[in-house]
């Protein structure tokens, strides 16, 4: 069966860097388009950042871009999101996600509707 465990959340400080991990079993992460996704408590998930099987495209939500960058580690079958420069806004439960078998995929997925396989999510907060 499909497992996604992310791992990685914490407290941190405004400013600060946490870089989240998405173990995956079941699934080939070479061969999946992955992604990451942030929920607060009343609010719509948010798409933050999604990559190809390939590992060479990915895409990023406006509100992270230049301060978040996903990457997988391959022999690992493993899949990260590096957060830099926190901020308070950036508080959310990050859940991980998956599309198996989408190698014919060459451009990650923005739409959580895509994603077949989702993890448990992991709490990140960032202290003023």
């Known amino acids: 069966q499909v497992q996604l465990a992310e791992s990685g959340g914490g407290l941190v400080q405004a400013g600060g860097s946490l870089r989240l991990s998405c173990a995956a079993s079941?699934?080939?992460?070479?061969?999946?388009?992955m992604g990451w996704f942030r929920q607060v408590p009343g609010k719509e998930r948010e798409f933050v950042a999604g990559?190809?099987?390939?590992?060479?495209?990915?895409l990023y939500a406006d509100s992270v871009k230049g301060r978040f960058t996903i990457s997988r580690e391959n022999s690992r079958n493993t899949v990260y999101l590096q957060m830099n420069t926190l901020k308070p806004e950036d508080t959310a439960v990050y859940c991980c996600?998956?599309?198996?078998?989408?190698?014919?995929?060459?451009?990650?997925?923005?739409?959580?509707?895509?994603?077949?396989?989702w993890g448990p999510g992991t709490q990140v907060t960032v202290s003023e």
């Open positions: 996600a998956a599309v198996p078998n989408a190698s014919y995929r060459y451009t990650p997925y923005r739409g959580s509707d895509s994603y077949r396989n």
């Open positions: 990559i190809s099987a390939s590992g060479f495209s990915t």
């Open positions: 079941g699934l080939t992460v070479s061969s999946s388009a």
